[in-house]
């Protein structure tokens, strides 16, 4: 069973919603949402991570909701009402079960505005800001993913580097600033226009001789990157986050440019919390990554060359050590 809210119960609190599953068990649920403003068309869509799905292990629902705010106004008013509050006891009931962290806005909230905004560098701060005021600024790595590449990078010493989907910069600057001095990154995007909205910051906090900029389609670039000889097996560190219905000939490409114990970081390995949704429950434009990210986790998951932890921070990310 999938339910839908219309957008007839915007204004309306969640605390008066109660939802029902087929078997009769009912209750309110925490709601991790993803809201995905869409210029085009003047509206939200707040992709809940709940799916119509009935959990037999845990015996509870997972259900799926599709709010549409009309206006920025509305999606606002509607984001500070949504509060929805799990009733069930806190904490996993087995071993299989998620320890249910990060689950509610206050909770992510929380998160940023203690351990992460506190400690992101100026410049961060800044491209952020200015990245906001511009269309599709919601593509921008999410800084708590980004603090976690940030260590990621010191720890492995990375120095060589490639990026794949630079947007305004945001995980490109951050890599910037944790690599060393002679440091460098290869940054692939078809865009120039928004790489070069951040380049101003970029070259404020004294970066910009770290990057070589490529606009290009990433998987030619990678080939051409790969004619040399000297660039096989020698890079420390890749971020991949572009064009993922591709992901899966990225990795191919990128298995072959990273050195043995480099490491690959794939961004938005959830895709909005889609992959665990029925595919019929998830908005149309959102199908196809769906999709693509589904056959890619997969194939991961059963690739021996690589090691692979996927963590639940931003848009998900997967993070991959080459073995041999
Ligand atoms: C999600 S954004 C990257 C966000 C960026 N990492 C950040 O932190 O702001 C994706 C970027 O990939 C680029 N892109 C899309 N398809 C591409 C392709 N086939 N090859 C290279 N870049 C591509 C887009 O132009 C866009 O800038």
Redesign the pocket.
């Known amino acids: 069973m999938v339910t839908k809210v219309k957008p007839t119960y915007l204004g309306h609190t969640c605390k008066h919603l109660k939802l029902l599953d087929d078997n009769g068990a009912g209750g309110l649920w925490s709601l991790r949402l993803a809201v995905i403003w869409q210029e085009q068309c003047k509206r939200a869509i707040f992709s809940f991570r709940l799916a119509a799905i009935w959990q037999e292990q845990c015996k509870r629902p997972i259900f799926s909701l599709y709010l549409c705010a009309r206006n920025r106004q509305s999606l606002c008013t509607t984001l500070s009402q949504i509060i929805v509050r799990n009733t069930e006891p806190m904490g996993p009931k087995n071993a299989t079960e998620s320890k249910g962290l990060l689950q509610t806005h206050e909770l992510y909230k929380y998160l940023m505005e203690n351990n992460v905004y506190p400690r992101e560098p100026k410049p961060l701060k800044e491209l952020r800001a200015l ?1 906001a005021t511009y269309k599709w600024a919601v ?3 999410a800084p708590d993913a980004g603090q976690l590449i940030e260590i990621l990078l010191k720890l492995i010493g990375a120095k060589k580097t490639i ?10 600057l951050l890599t910037a600033l944790a690599i060393p001095e002679d440091g460098k990154i290869v940054a ?4 120039r226009e ?1 790489y070069e909205i951040g380049l101003p910051v970029i070259k404020n906090a004294g970066v910009e001789h770290k990057i070589d900029f490529i606009e ?4 030619p670039a990678l080939d051409k990157l790969l004619e040399d000889p000297e660039n096989e097996g020698s890079f420390d560190y890749a ?1 991949v ?3 993922k219905i ?1 992901y899966i000939n990225y990795h191919e490409l990128v298995m072959k440019l990273l050195k043995v114990n480099g490491i690959v970081v794939y ?2 390995t959830l895709w909005f919390g889609t992959v665990a949704q029925p595919e019929d429950s998830v908005p149309e434009d959102y199908r196809r990554g769906r999709s693509a990210t589904v056959a890619f986790n997969k194939a991961l998951a059963a690739d021996p060359r690589v090691d692979i932890s996927t963590v639940p921070l931003g848009d998900g990310l997967t993070i991959c050590r080459r073995l041999y």
């Not at 990026?163 to 490109?172: C, M």
């Not at 692939?188 to 865009?191: E, G």
């Not at 290009?216 to 998987?219: D, K, Q, T, V």
């Open positions: 990245t593509m921008g790595t990026e794949i989907g630079v947007f305004t910069g945001y995980s490109l692939i995007d078809v865009d928004s290009s389609e990433g998987l971020f986050d572009a064009d591709n961004d938005n």
